[in-house]
């Protein structure tokens, strides 16, 4: 069982920056893929970003890349959105998410355990 707990999130001016990060209970982190995800009102949840076990390999939603970036410590069992240039599209709840063994990296269904979500708000 893994229990993940994000933090970051807040309110940011269009052009701003956040970095969320979910730390994970339990000793398997290191064994975990890791994922990122987001919803925002009326719709549904989408990939954003997802990070490998030991952080050799990322992927990012094309919506994302060149902005955003995902990283791991798995000494803290954390991992982090390092989120820049803020668009007021970019508003929603952002969850993350941990697999062992994901089917694939960016449907949500692919993952066991997930965060409680937490708010990001683009204003412009």
């Known amino acids: 069982q893994v229990r993940l707990v994000e933090s970051g999130g807040g309110l940011v001016q269009a052009g701003g920056s956040l970095r969320l990060s979910c730390t994970a209970s339990?000793?398997?982190?290191?064994?975990?893929?890791m994922g990122w995800f987001r919803q925002a009102p009326g719709k549904e949840r989408v990939f954003v970003a997802a990070?490998?076990?030991?952080?050799?390999?990322?992927h990012y939603a094309d919506s994302v890349k060149g902005r955003f970036t995902i990283s791991r410590d798995n000494a803290k069992n954390t991992v982090y959105l390092q989120m820049n240039s803020l668009k007021p599209e970019d508003t929603a709840v952002y969850y993350c998410?941990?697999?062992?063994?994901?089917?694939?990296?960016?449907?949500?269904?692919?993952?066991?355990?997930w965060g409680q979500g937490t708010q990001v708000t683009v204003s412009s």
């Open positions: 990070i490998s076990w030991g952080g050799g390999s990322t």
């Open positions: 998410a941990a697999d062992a063994h994901p089917a694939n990296y960016y449907t949500p269904g692919s993952y066991d355990f």
């Open positions: 339990g000793r398997t982190f290191s064994r975990h893929v």
